[in-house]
């Protein structure tokens, strides 16, 4: 192959990675609702190797992190300390989404840290992994006044962000903590957390798998071995798709 044809090639290759990132930031601030482009996101359009690291889980999690800012866009920010976006591993296999952050989760800015949390700390080392092993989120990200259950306005507005972050880290298995989560998820509020708990679902192709939340099962310690049943078929399916 002459010198020229593989000049040629490189040129071709670098030119399709390019419209490839600008693809990729046009699909990430379109799924955020952004109608026109942030100038400075164009800085970030590389050509060399360093392009990869700045569309890793991690980074992305971090622009997204970024544009929810201080935001406004529900009522919920009203009562809020803090925004609990999320935490754990951005290459995380298995993610646990519950509804809304509690009062010390409000005070803290980070999910499942109260009564209820220690105890989905408990179950998520019982399956055998550590707390940053694992992703943690909510549907909502600020605190509902007196702990009571996010509005369906609320929901709506405030899900595209848990959607872009299960888009991104891109799980094997969700487990749903509670009613609202796993409706929002399935898409469908009339479904009973009886009726649904421990059958999966398929979530944009991703396994969902509905529980307890853990909140619940302080309230009502002898349906834990439901939640443990739950978590041991994630396992089974964990186990059986690799990679
Ligand atoms: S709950 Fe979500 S949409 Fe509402 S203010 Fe908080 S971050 Fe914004």
Known sequence: MSNELIVKK???????KIVENIKSILEFYGALGFEMLPIKCLSLVKTNDQSDKLFDKGSLLKYLRKEIGDCNRCRLSKGRTNIV????????RLMFIGEAPGREEDLQ??????????????????MGYKRKDVYIANIVKCRPPMNRDPEKDEIEICKVFVEKQIEIIKPVVIISLGRISAQTLIGNDRLKMTSIRGNFFDYKGI????????AYLLRNPKDKWLTWSDAQKVLERLKGIKG
Do not use: Q, S, Y
Not at 10 to 16: F, G, P, Y
Not at 85 to 92: K, L, T, V, Y
Not at 207 to 214: D, E, G, I, K, S
């Open 10 to 16: 490189k040129e071709i290759k670098a030119t399709e």
């Open 207 to 214: 396994h969902l798998m509905p529980t307890f939340h853990p």
């Open 85 to 92: 976006f999320g935490e754990g591993n951005p290459d995380a």
């Open 109 to 126: 800015g980070r999910p499942f840290v109260g009564d209820a949390g220690r105890l989905l700390t408990r179950l998520i080392e019982k």
